[in-house]
């Protein structure tokens, strides 16, 4: 018989693949839902989970999902998103165990995936941590700021300007909610697909100003005012080395989706303690 290790113990006969099946067929149980799919906010969610991360202090992280617990649940940033987690804790129930941080970033991977984006390699290992290891608010950026902050808080996770602005493609996907984060509208006229559009859009439309109800303001285009840029997008646009990478993919969509999907990974696994014999999984979509 095999040896009494920790390790031994510790390992976790989960399906992974079934896990994500399982996600992909709730993604869009819900016609009313926004745009018709639950997959932006996964998204969001797990970017949420992992983009705390501080590379100086080893904090933060997908590693504890602390966001399950107030004073992270309750940031500012993070509103509108206990709805991805309740939708997960389904998923959790029928997975007792799974961590949270290996289910909200392989939420993040599926819905990625489903929606026509890159096949993102996931390895699992993060493990709960409790609410003492809940993040300082302020670590995730701000929409109404400009692009020096932007990257302090990108390179505090340890990204170069390339990764940055490969990750703001996510925006692809989604809208954002005047009773969330208090913008409104999507970045383009196909939400629920992931592309390279947020590029194209960025980079050929004519942005102009629109003020907003409650005293904010925003970008929408000329031509159809219900699609918007949040000021830190455009003020990342007018910045040198940030619009090169936002004209290659416009430009380039297998490009976009090649190094999204290493930076994507990237993203989900700041701060993961692996011990490096971890299986790599490559999730087939519900539609191969
Ligand atoms: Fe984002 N994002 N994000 N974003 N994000 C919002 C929505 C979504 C910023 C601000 C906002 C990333 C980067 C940035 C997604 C994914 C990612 C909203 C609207 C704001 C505001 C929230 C709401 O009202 O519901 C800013 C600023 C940045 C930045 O880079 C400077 C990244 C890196 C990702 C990623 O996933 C890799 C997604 C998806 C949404 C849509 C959510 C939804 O419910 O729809």
Redesign the pocket.
């Known amino acids: 018989s095999a040896p009494a290790t920790g390790k031994t113990e510790k390992k976790k006969n989960i399906d992974y693949q079934q896990v994500y099946n399982d996600i992909a067929e709730m993604l869009d149980e819900d016609s009313d839902y926004?745009d018709g799919s639950y997959g932006?906010?996964l998204?969001?969610l797990?970017?949420h989970a992992s983009?705390t991360y501080d590379k100086d202090t080893k904090t933060g992280g997908s590693n504890g999902a602390t966001m399950r617990f107030a004073p992270e649940s309750k940031h500012a940033a993070n509103?509108?998103l206990a709805i991805a987690r309740d939708l997960m804790e389904k998923i959790h129930a029928k997975y007792p165990e799974i961590s949270y941080g290996d289910l909200w970033t392989l939420a993040?991977v599926c819905a990625v995936q489903e929606l026509g984006g890159p096949t993102i390699p996931w390895r699992s290992g993060r493990e709960d941590a409790f609410e003492t290891s809940c993040t300082p608010d302020g670590r995730l950026?701000?929409?109404g700021k400009k692009e020096d902050h932007?990257r302090d808080?990108?390179y505090r996770m340890g990204f170069n300007d390339q990764e940055?602005v490969a990750?703001?493609g996510?925006?692809a996907?989604?809208?954002?909610?005047?009773d969330?984060?208090?913008?409104e509208g999507p970045w383009q006229e196909a939400?629920t697909v992931f592309s390279n559009e947020y590029f194209k859009a960025i980079s050929t439309r004519k942005w102009v100003k629109k003020d907003l109800k409650n005293g904010g303001w925003q970008w929408v285009d000329k031509n159809n005012t219900d699609v918007m840029m949040?000021p830190?997008?455009i003020a990342?646009y007018n910045d040198k080395e940030f619009k090169k990478y936002f004209d290659l993919y416009a430009k380039d969509e297998d490009k976009f989706f090649k190094d999204f999907a290493a930076v994507?990974q990237k993203?989900l696994e700041l701060g993961v303690p692996f011990k490096g014999d971890e299986k790599v999984y490559h999730f087939k979509r519900t539609t191969e």
Do not use: Q
């Open positions: 926004d932006p906010v998204v969001r797990a970017w983009g509103n509108g993040g950026p701000d929409a932007i808080i990108f940055i990750l703001a996510a925006h996907l989604g809208r954002c909610h005047p969330r984060s208090g913008f939400p949040l830190a997008e990342m994507f993203l």
